[in-house]
T-cell receptor, first 117, second 114 residues
């Protein structure tokens, strides 16, 4: 069975602090995809990143960075120097590799990040 | 990233009427579209998966006769909530997948049944 766990329900930080959102997943597949999405108050889910399971390189994009550790089944997301605009619900998701576009996303329960000015 | 447009963003309807929500992929061909329902402060609950030209696959517990899904083309899927009741009030959101592994989401539809 596939499962994604985001143990942090809510996090509150003050602007300019760094914050890490945790994501732990379970899957029997040896090859799979991992994703992070951002859902601001407007409701739309914004795609942030996709990581293939066979690529364990960490990635940095501006203030965002992702740490993929296959050995611990974790795919954590760090925001450096957080800003008020980062306030949103963040979802981690898992998707099977084989089967193409018909594969559904398995979502975690989300982490609500509140960045205080 | 690819663009998915969902319409309407908000709709209020009377109990017993039907409401149609559209989901369009604007700049790519979506072989598969997904429909979700989201309750306040909750994660997304997958309702159904639709593939272009074939019947939708519904998740367990989702009434297919109540939530009609049509995926008539590679750029359009529709969700019709039939005989809506106040308990159907929710946030509905679609996503579309094409050749790349990412799924791209629409803006969501806030449905209120009065």
């Amino acid at each position: 069975a596939q499962k994604v766990t985001q143990a942090q329900t809510e996090i509150s930080v003050v602007e300019k602090e760094d914050v890490t959102l945790d994501c732990v997943y379970e899957t029997r597949d040896t090859t799979y995809y991992l994703f992070w999405y951002k859902q601001p108050p407007s409701g739309e889910l914004v795609f942030l990143i996709r990581r293939n399971s066979f690529d364990e390189q960490n990635e940095i994009s501006g203030r965002y960075s992702w740490n993929f550790q296959k050995s611990t089944s974790s795919f954590n997301f760090t925001i450096t120097a957080s800003q008020v605009v980062d306030s949103a619900v963040y979802f981690c998701a898992l998707r099977a590799f084989y089967g193409g576009a018909t594969n559904k996303l398995i979502f975690g329960t989300g982490t609500l990040l509140a960045v205080q000015p | 990233g690819a663009v998915v447009s969902q319409h309407p963003s908000r709709v209020i309807c009377k109990s017993g009427t039907s409401v149609k929500i559209e989901c369009r992929s604007l700049d790519f061909q979506a072989t598969t579209m997904f429909w979700y329902r989201q309750f306040p402060k909750k994660s997304l609950m997958l309702m159904a998966t639709s593939n272009e030209g074939s019947k939708a696959t519904y998740e367990q517990g989702v009434e297919k006769d109540k939530f009609l899904i049509n995926h008539a083309s590679l750029t359009l899927s529709t969700l019709t909530v039939t005989s809506a009741h106040p308990e159907d009030s929710s946030f509905y959101i679609c996503s579309a997948s094409g050749r790349s592994p990412e799924a791209f989401f629409g803006q969501g539809t806030r449905l209120t049944v009065v």
